[in-house]
C-alpha cells in the first residue's frame, strides 16, 4: 500500500503556485491569473488551450482531468462578463490539490478546441458541455448530443434558455411565497404538458431519430459487407441495441454493439434516459435547496453525495465573515455515514455484478439483507431509508437518537427500540464483518467467478489514468489514487486506513478492490466509534450556516471518494442582491458518467455476454450518469 | 396462494360442512379475477431511484412473491403490470409507450412514485414528462419519494381489490374479453420537445397562430429552431397530406381540455372553485346515497 500522504515538496514536482508560476513563464502572453473575486486558477487564451494543456499533463504532471464543465456568464448581476466558459480541474495522480485552468469563448460563436487529443477522460464531458451549453470542440473525435437527442430544440443550460414550465428564474417562485397560490404549471400550458415548440415548428421536417441515422453516427453499420474471420470463416457483421429497457442495464441505459460473430468489435453507450435536469433546476434552487436533489443523484448511496455537495458549499461559505466550521462531532457522523454508505453501495455493486455474471438474484438477496439492516439505521436517524437529506451546511441535520425507534418500519422485528450505540457497535463489529466474510469466502475463489472475471474487461493502468476512471476501476488498474489520502478532507488524515489496490486492470480485481475497500470502511467505522462515544453532547445542528441564505461570491470544487469514484460538485456563487442564495453554476462531475468513458474500451474484443458484466464491474447508478 | 374455498363460496345453496373445503359453488368472474389477482406478473424493468425500493420490494425482507408477484418478466409480452418506478423523461417516454403497447390485455400500469404520478421535484425540469399518465392510463397511484415497500405493497393490494371488482358481464371492465384487444396508444415522437401525435393539430394550430402573429393563444418565446435533418419521403408525405384534411375540420373545434387558455386569472380562479363545489356535491350526494 503506497502512503499518499507524502508533502507535494518531497515528491519533487513542486506546488500549485509552481505549477502556475511555470505555465506562465511558459505561457507569458496567453495565460493570466483569474483574478475574479473568490475565483482560482488561471485563464488560457483559447488558440494556445491545447498546447497549454498537454504543458500541464506532460511536463508539469496533472495527469488526470477529474472534470471539464462549462459556465455561461450571461453579463449580469456582479458577473459583468458576457461570454461561456469552460473550466478544467487536472489533478497529479500522486496526489495533491487541482489546478483550475479556464478557457473563455464568445456565447454566439462558442467554439473551443477540444482536450480529447490530451485526456479521452475529456470526451463525453465535452459532448455534454456541447449538448447543454452549445460550445462547439474542435477536433472532438465524434461531437453529438449526448444527453438530449438530435434535433432538440436549444442549448438548455443556457442562461437565457427557458423551459416548458419556466416561471421565474429564483426560487421561491413569487406565486408560492409570500403569497402562496397554488396553481399547477399545466393549467398554463396550452398542451396541459410540460412541452412547447418553437413558434416555427415544422411538423413535415420532424427529426428522423431512426436508428440507422444514429449508427452512421457512431460509424457503425456502415458497411454491412460480410466479413472474413481469421479462421476464413464468412461471418455476419451485427448490430445489436441494448436497452435501455433491459435487465442488465442497470436502469434505462442503452448500448450499440457491433458484432464480429460474437465478439465485440465495437461498442457506443447511449445515455440521457434518465437525464431530468439536475442542474437547470439546481441553478433555480436556493443552495440549500440542492441537498435533497443531490440524494437521488447517486440513489443508491445518498449520504456520500451530501457530503460532497457540502462540502463544496463550505469553501464558499469559508469565504464569508461568519462562519464558524462544522464540529468534530459533525464530522464524526458524517464520516460514520458516508463509510456505511460506501458498504452498502459496495454490496450492491457486487451483488448486481454478480446478477449479470449470471448468479441471478441468489447472492444479492442475501446482500440487500445486510443493506436493509444499515438503512433501519438511517431510517431512524435520518428519516428516511434512502433519501437520507442527513447533511446541512457547517452541520448534520440531527444527531444520533439514543434509542432507535422504529414507527414506520412495522416490518421492522429487531429495530423496534435499541440503544443506537449498541446497535452501531454490534452491526460493526459483528454483523458487517460477518457478512463480507460470507462474500469472501463463497466467492472468491469461486470457479466459475474465476473463470469469467479474470482478464476480462481490462483496461491498463495508462488508460484508465487517460480516461479519467474513478474509484474502483482506477484503482483496480494499479493507480492508488484515493481522494481520501491524496487531497484529504473532513477527519480522515487522522483515521488509520489503506487504499485498496490491485494490479490487474481486470473485472476480479475491481471486485476485490470493492471486497477490500469494505473491510477498510469497517477499520474506519471502528475507529469512529469510541470518537462517538467522547464527543457524546457536542452541538451538530446549531451551526448559523446551515440554513444561511447567503453565499459569498466566487467559486467552488468540492470532491469526495464516493462508493463509485470520484464525486465533484463545482459551485458558482454569483453573490448578487437579486440571487444570493442561489448557485449562478451547479455542476456534478459524476463518477458514474465519466466512468463509461472507457466501457467501449474495455469491451472491444469480449464477448456479448461479458459486456453485461463489464458494465456491471464498472457500477454505474443511471440517476448519476444522465443527472 | 391458498385457495380458501368457503370465501370463494357466492351461493345460497347450502353445502354440507364437511364438504366445505372440497366444493365451492361461485360464478366464473370469482374464479377468473382469483386467478389473474394472483398471479400478477409485473414487468422487471426500473427508471429510477423507485426500482430500488420495487427490488428490495421484491427481495427477501418484504418478498411480494407471498401475493403472487415474483415472477418479475423482462419481456412486456409476458407481463401483465408495469410499475413505472421513477422519473419518466421525455427520451424514455417513446420506449415506454411502445413496451406498454407490447403488453398483451388485461394490463395495468401503476405509478410509482411522486416522479411518475405528477413529475415530483423533477417536474420542472426540460426533459421530464410530468406524470405518466400524460401518456398512459394508471391504476393505481403510489405517493412518496420513494416510496417505502410498504407504501408499495399497499398499491399492489389495492390493484388486486381494483381487479376483485371487474366483472366478466362488464365489457368496460375487460374489454379484452369481449371487444378485443383496445387500441395501441401512440407513440410519441422525438422533435424540437416531445410530439405527442394526438396533439399534433393543435401544434400545428398554435404554429399557425405564432406564424400570423396572432396571440389569443400564448405562444412562449422560444430560442430558434435548430436545423433538423429532414424527414424521411414517406412520412413526410405522409405527415403532409394528414394535417391538412384534419386541420379543415378542427378550425371550429374549441380546444377543451384546456379551455382556460386566454381567460382572466380571476375567470381561471371562478373555474376552479365551480369544479371544486361541483366535486363536493357528488361526492355528498354519494355519500347520502351509501347512506
Same mark, same amino acid.
Given at each position: 500500500?503506497?502512503?499518499?500522504?507524502?508533502?507535494?515538496?518531497?515528491?519533487?514536482?513542486?506546488?500549485?503556485?509552481?505549477?502556475?508560476?511555470?505555465?506562465?513563464?511558459?505561457?507569458?502572453?496567453?495565460?493570466?491569473?483569474?483574478?475574479?473575486?473568490?475565483?482560482?486558477?488561471?485563464?488560457?487564451?483559447?488558440?494556445?488551450?491545447?498546447?497549454?494543456?498537454?504543458?500541464?499533463?506532460?511536463?508539469?504532471?496533472?495527469?488526470?482531468?477529474?472534470?471539464?464543465?462549462?459556465?455561461?456568464?450571461?453579463?449580469?448581476?456582479?458577473?459583468?462578463?458576457?461570454?461561456?466558459?469552460?473550466?478544467?480541474?487536472?489533478?497529479?495522480?500522486?496526489?495533491?490539490?487541482?489546478?483550475?485552468?479556464?478557457?473563455?469563448?464568445?456565447?454566439?460563436?462558442?467554439?473551443?478546441?477540444?482536450?480529447?487529443?490530451?485526456?479521452?477522460?475529456?470526451?463525453?464531458?465535452?459532448?455534454?458541455?456541447?449538448?447543454?451549453?452549445?460550445?462547439?470542440?474542435?477536433?472532438?473525435?465524434?461531437?453529438?448530443?449526448?444527453?438530449?437527442?438530435?434535433?432538440?430544440?436549444?442549448?438548455?443550460?443556457?442562461?437565457?434558455?427557458?423551459?416548458?414550465?419556466?416561471?421565474?428564474?429564483?426560487?421561491?417562485?413569487?406565486?408560492?411565497?409570500?403569497?402562496?397560490?397554488?396553481?399547477?404549471?399545466?393549467?398554463?400550458?396550452?398542451?396541459?404538458?410540460?412541452?412547447?415548440?418553437?413558434?416555427?415548428?415544422?411538423?413535415?421536417?420532424?427529426?428522423?431519430?431512426?436508428?440507422?441515422?444514429?449508427?452512421?453516427?457512431?460509424?457503425?453499420?456502415?458497411?454491412?459487407?460480410?466479413?472474413?474471420?481469421?479462421?476464413?470463416?464468412?461471418?455476419?457483421?451485427?448490430?445489436?441495441?441494448?436497452?435501455?429497457?433491459?435487465?442488465?442495464?442497470?436502469?434505462?441505459?442503452?448500448?450499440?454493439?457491433?458484432?464480429?460473430?460474437?465478439?465485440?468489435?465495437?461498442?457506443?453507450?447511449?445515455?440521457?434516459?434518465?437525464?431530468?435536469?439536475?442542474?437547470?433546476?439546481?441553478?433555480?434552487?436556493?443552495?440549500?435547496?440542492?441537498?435533497?436533489?443531490?440524494?437521488?443523484?447517486?440513489?443508491?448511496?445518498?449520504?456520500?453525495?451530501?457530503?460532497?455537495?457540502?462540502?463544496?458549499?463550505?469553501?464558499?461559505?469559508?469565504?464569508?465573515?461568519?462562519?464558524?466550521?462544522?464540529?468534530?462531532?459533525?464530522?464524526?457522523?458524517?464520516?460514520?455515514?458516508?463509510?456505511?454508505?460506501?458498504?452498502?453501495?459496495?454490496?450492491?455493486?457486487?451483488?448486481?455484478?454478480?446478477?449479470?455474471?449470471?448468479?441471478?438474484?441468489?447472492?444479492?438477496?442475501?446482500?440487500?439483507?445486510?443493506?436493509?439492516?444499515?438503512?433501519?439505521?438511517?431510517?431512524?436517524?435520518?428519516?428516511?431509508?434512502?433519501?437520507?437529506?442527513?447533511?446541512?451546511?457547517?452541520?448534520?441535520?440531527?444527531? #444520533?437518537? /439514543?434509542?432507535?425507534? %422504529? !414507527?414506520?418500519? @412495522?416490518?421492522?422485528?429487531?429495530? +423496534?427500540?435499541?440503544? &443506537?450505540?449498541?446497535?452501531?457497535?454490534?452491526?460493526?463489529?459483528?454483523?458487517?464483518?460477518?457478512?463480507?466474510?460470507?462474500?469472501?469466502?463463497?466467492?472468491?475463489?469461486?470457479?466459475?467467478?474465476?473463470?469469467?472475471?479474470?482478464?476480462?474487461?481490462?483496461?491498463?493502468?495508462?488508460?484508465?489514468?487517460?480516461?479519467?476512471?474513478?474509484?474502483?476501476?482506477?484503482?483496480?488498474?494499479?493507480?492508488?489514487?484515493?481522494?481520501?489520502?491524496?487531497?484529504?478532507?473532513?477527519?480522515?488524515?487522522?483515521?488509520?486506513?489503506?487504499?485498496?489496490?490491485?494490479?490487474?486492470?481486470?473485472?476480479?480485481?475491481?471486485?476485490?478492490?470493492? #471486497?477490500? /475497500?469494505?473491510?477498510? %470502511? !469497517?477499520?474506519? @467505522?471502528?475507529?469512529?466509534?469510541? +470518537?462517538?462515544?467522547? &464527543?457524546?453532547?457536542?452541538?451538530?445542528?446549531?451551526?448559523?450556516?446551515?440554513?444561511?441564505?447567503?453565499?459569498?461570491?466566487?467559486?467552488?470544487?468540492?470532491?469526495?471518494?464516493?462508493?463509485?469514484?470520484?464525486?465533484?460538485?463545482?459551485?458558482?456563487?454569483?453573490?448578487?442582491?437579486?440571487?444570493?442564495?442561489?448557485?449562478?453554476?451547479?455542476?456534478?462531475?459524476?463518477?458514474?458518467?465519466?466512468?463509461?468513458?472507457?466501457?467501449?474500451?474495455?469491451?472491444?474484443?469480449?464477448?456479448?455476454?461479458?459486456?453485461?458484466?463489464?458494465?456491471?464491474?464498472?457500477?454505474?447508478?443511471?440517476?448519476?450518469?444522465?443527472? | 396462494?391458498?385457495?380458501?374455498?368457503?370465501?370463494?363460496?357466492?351461493?345460497?345453496?347450502?353445502?354440507?360442512?364437511?364438504?366445505?373445503?372440497?366444493?365451492?359453488?361461485?360464478?366464473?368472474?370469482?374464479?377468473?379475477?382469483?386467478?389473474?389477482?394472483?398471479?400478477?406478473?409485473?414487468?422487471?424493468?426500473?427508471?429510477?431511484?423507485?426500482?430500488?425500493?420495487?427490488?428490495?420490494?421484491?427481495?427477501?425482507?418484504?418478498?411480494?412473491?407471498?401475493?403472487?408477484?415474483?415472477?418479475?418478466?423482462?419481456?412486456?409480452?409476458?407481463?401483465?403490470?408495469?410499475?413505472?418506478?421513477?422519473?419518466?423523461?421525455?427520451?424514455?417516454?417513446?420506449?415506454?409507450?411502445?413496451?406498454?403497447?407490447?403488453?398483451?390485455?388485461?394490463?395495468?400500469?401503476?405509478?410509482?412514485?411522486?416522479?411518475?404520478?405528477?413529475?415530483?421535484?423533477?417536474?420542472?425540469?426540460?426533459?421530464?414528462?410530468?406524470?405518466?399518465?400524460?401518456?398512459?392510463?394508471?391504476?393505481?397511484?403510489?405517493?412518496?419519494?420513494?416510496?417505502?415497500?410498504?407504501?408499495?405493497?399497499?398499491?399492489?393490494?389495492?390493484?388486486?381489490?381494483?381487479?376483485?371488482?371487474?366483472?366478466?358481464?362488464?365489457?368496460?371492465?375487460?374489454?379484452?374479453?369481449?371487444?378485443?384487444?383496445?387500441?395501441?396508444?401512440?407513440?410519441?415522437?422525438?422533435?424540437?420537445?416531445?410530439?405527442?401525435?394526438?396533439?399534433?393539430?393543435?401544434?400545428?394550430?398554435?404554429?399557425?397562430?405564432?406564424?400570423?402573429?396572432?396571440?389569443?393563444?400564448?405562444?412562449?418565446?422560444?430560442?430558434?429552431?435548430?436545423?433538423?435533418?429532414?424527414?424521411?419521403?414517406?412520412?413526410?408525405?405522409?405527415?403532409?397530406?394528414?394535417?391538412?384534411?384534419?386541420?379543415?375540420?378542427?378550425?371550429?373545434?374549441?380546444?377543451?381540455?384546456?379551455?382556460?387558455?386566454?381567460?382572466?386569472?380571476?375567470?381561471?380562479?371562478?373555474?376552479?372553485?365551480?369544479?371544486?363545489?361541483?366535486?363536493?356535491?357528488?361526492?355528498?350526494?354519494?355519500?347520502?346515497?351509501?347512506?
Amino acid at each position: 500500500m503506497v502512503d499518499m500522504t507524502i508533502p507535494e515538496e518531497q515528491i519533487g514536482i513542486g506546488t500549485i503556485e509552481d505549477a502556475i508560476g511555470k505555465l506562465k513563464q511558459r505561457f507569458p502572453a496567453d495565460v493570466s491569473d483569474d483574478d475574479r473575486q473568490g475565483y482560482s486558477g488561471v485563464i488560457i487564451s483559447a488558440d494556445k488551450l491545447q498546447e497549454a494543456a498537454r504543458y500541464i499533463k506532460n511536463e508539469l504532471g496533472f495527469d488526470f482531468l477529474s472534470s471539464a464543465t462549462a459556465v455561461d456568464y450571461l453579463g449580469e448581476g456582479v458577473h459583468s462578463e458576457d461570454h461561456l466558459e469552460m473550466v478544467y480541474h487536472a489533478y497529479r495522480t500522486t496526489g495533491g490539490s487541482a489546478l483550475v485552468f479556464k478557457a473563455q469563448t464568445d456565447r454566439s460563436s462558442a467554439t473551443l478546441p477540444s482536450l480529447t487529443p490530451i485526456w479521452m477522460g475529456a470526451d463525453f464531458q465535452e459532448r455534454e458541455a456541447y449538448d447543454l451549453m452549445g460550445i462547439k470542440f474542435e477536433g472532438h473525435p465524434n461531437l453529438q448530443r449526448i444527453l438530449l437527442w438530435e434535433g432538440f430544440n436549444g442549448h438548455p443550460l443556457r442562461k437565457d434558455w427557458k423551459e416548458a414550465y419556466y416561471e421565474e428564474d429564483h426560487k421561491p417562485f413569487g406565486s408560492r411565497w409570500p403569497a402562496g397560490h397554488i396553481h399547477r404549471a399545466e393549467e398554463k400550458n396550452v398542451f396541459g404538458k410540460n412541452v412547447s415548440y418553437p413558434a416555427d415548428v415544422d411538423l413535415s421536417r420532424l427529426n428522423d431519430i431512426s436508428e440507422t441515422n444514429m449508427y452512421q453516427a457512431f460509424g457503425m453499420g456502415v458497411d454491412t459487407e460480410h466479413v472474413v474471420d481469421h479462421n476464413g470463416v464468412r461471418t455476419d457483421q451485427l448490430i445489436v441495441n441494448m436497452g435501455p429497457h433491459h435487465p442488465s442495464t442497470h436502469g434505462v441505459f442503452r448500448m450499440i454493439m457491433e458484432l464480429d460473430g460474437e465478439t465485440v468489435t465495437a461498442l457506443e453507450p447511449v445515455m440521457g434516459y434518465l437525464h431530468r435536469n439536475h442542474e437547470k433546476i439546481g441553478e433555480r434552487n436556493t443552495f440549500l435547496h440542492n441537498i435533497p436533489f443531490t440524494d437521488r443523484l447517486d440513489y443508491i448511496s445518498s449520504m456520500g453525495n451530501n457530503h460532497g455537495y457540502v462540502l463544496a458549499v463550505e469553501q464558499l461559505l469559508s469565504l464569508g465573515a461568519k462562519y464558524t466550521p462544522p464540529t468534530y462531532r459533525t464530522e464524526v457522523l458524517r464520516v460514520l455515514m458516508v463509510e456505511l454508505t460506501r458498504i452498502v453501495n459496495h454490496l450492491w455493486g457486487i451483488g448486481f455484478w454478480l446478477n449479470d455474471l449470471g448468479a441471478f438474484f441468489t447472492p444479492v438477496l442475501y446482500f440487500i439483507q445486510e443493506r436493509e439492516r444499515i438503512l433501519d439505521f438511517f431510517e431512524a436517524v435520518a428519516g428516511s431509508r434512502m433519501m437520507c437529506n442527513y447533511m446541512r451546511f457547517g452541520g448534520v441535520f440531527a444527531d #444520533l437518537p /439514543e434509542r432507535l425507534h %422504529s !414507527v414506520s418500519n @412495522l416490518m421492522n422485528d429487531r429495530v +423496534r427500540d435499541t440503544n &443506537t450505540m449498541k446497535f452501531l457497535t454490534e452491526m460493526i463489529n459483528e454483523r458487517i464483518p460477518r457478512s463480507i466474510d460470507e462474500v469472501d469466502e463463497y466467492l472468491t475463489q469461486n470457479e466459475i467467478i474465476q473463470a469469467r472475471a479474470k482478464g476480462v474487461g481490462y483496461i491498463s493502468r495508462e488508460d484508465a489514468i487517460n480516461y479519467s476512471a474513478a474509484g474502483p476501476v482506477l484503482r483496480g488498474s494499479g493507480v492508488a489514487y484515493d481522494i481520501r489520502k491524496s487531497d484529504p478532507y473532513s477527519i480522515y488524515p487522522e483515521l488509520d486506513f489503506d487504499v485498496a489496490v490491485q494490479d490487474e486492470g481486470d473485472m476480479y480485481a475491481r471486485y476485490k478492490v470493492r #471486497l477490500q /475497500e469494505m473491510r477498510e %470502511s !469497517v477499520r474506519i @467505522l471502528k475507529q469512529l466509534l469510541p +470518537r462517538l462515544e467522547y &464527543t457524546q453532547g457536542e452541538p451538530v445542528n446549531e451551526n448559523n450556516a446551515a440554513y444561511s441564505s447567503k453565499v459569498p461570491i466566487g467559486e467552488a470544487y468540492g470532491r469526495v471518494e464516493n462508493g463509485k469514484g470520484e464525486l465533484g460538485y463545482y459551485v458558482v456563487s454569483a453573490g448578487d442582491k437579486r440571487a444570493a442564495a442561489n448557485p449562478w453554476r451547479y455542476h456534478v462531475r459524476a463518477p458514474s458518467f465519466i466512468n463509461l468513458t472507457p466501457l467501449g474500451l474495455m469491451s472491444t474484443g469480449a464477448k456479448v455476454a461479458d459486456v453485461v458484466a463489464i458494465l456491471g464491474s464498472i457500477d454505474i447508478v443511471l440517476g448519476e450518469t444522465d443527472r | 396462494m391458498e385457495l380458501n374455498l368457503q370465501e370463494l363460496n357466492k351461493t345460497e345453496y347450502p353445502i354440507p360442512v364437511e364438504l366445505q373445503n372440497n366444493i365451492a359453488i361461485t360464478s366464473l368472474t370469482s374464479v377468473y379475477n382469483w386467478g389473474r389477482r394472483n398471479s400478477m406478473w409485473p414487468m422487471l424493468f426500473g427508471l429510477a431511484c423507485c426500482a430500488i425500493e420495487m427490488i428490495a420490494t421484491a427481495s427477501s425482507r418484504f418478498d411480494f412473491s407471498r401475493f403472487g408477484m415474483e415472477v418479475m418478466r423482462a419481456t412486456p409480452r409476458q407481463s401483465d403490470l408495469m410499475i413505472v418506478s421513477g422519473t419518466v423523461t421525455k427520451k424514455m417516454i417513446v420506449p415506454i409507450v411502445r413496451l406498454y403497447n407490447q403488453m398483451p390485455e388485461p394490463k395495468y400500469v401503476l405509478a410509482m412514485g411522486a416522479c411518475a404520478s405528477g413529475g415530483g421535484p423533477f417536474k420542472e425540469g426540460y426533459n421530464v414528462v410530468s406524470g405518466i399518465d400524460k401518456y398512459l392510463p394508471v391504476d393505481v397511484y403510489v405517493p412518496g419519494c420513494p416510496p417505502t415497500p410498504q407504501a408499495l405493497m399497499y398499491g399492489l393490494i389495492a390493484l388486486q381489490k381494483k381487479i376483485d371488482g371487474q366483472s366478466l358481464q362488464v365489457a368496460d371492465d375487460v374489454p379484452w374479453y369481449g371487444v378485443g384487444p383496445s387500441e395501441p396508444t401512440p407513440v410519441p415522437i422525438l422533435g424540437p420537445d416531445i410530439i405527442d401525435p394526438r396533439q399534433m393539430d393543435m401544434i400545428r394550430r398554435q404554429a399557425e397562430a405564432a406564424a400570423r402573429a396572432q396571440t389569443e393563444e400564448p405562444v412562449y418565446q422560444l430560442n430558434a429552431a435548430r436545423d433538423l435533418p429532414a424527414f424521411g419521403a414517406e412520412q413526410a408525405a405522409a405527415v403532409a397530406t394528414k394535417p391538412k384534411a384534419a386541420a379543415a375540420i378542427d378550425e371550429s373545434v374549441e380546444i377543451k381540455s384546456f379551455s382556460q387558455v386566454g381567460m382572466s386569472a380571476d375567470a381561471i380562479e371562478a373555474l376552479r372553485v365551480k369544479r371544486r363545489e361541483n366535486a363536493i356535491q357528488r361526492k355528498a350526494a354519494r355519500k347520502a346515497k351509501e347512506g
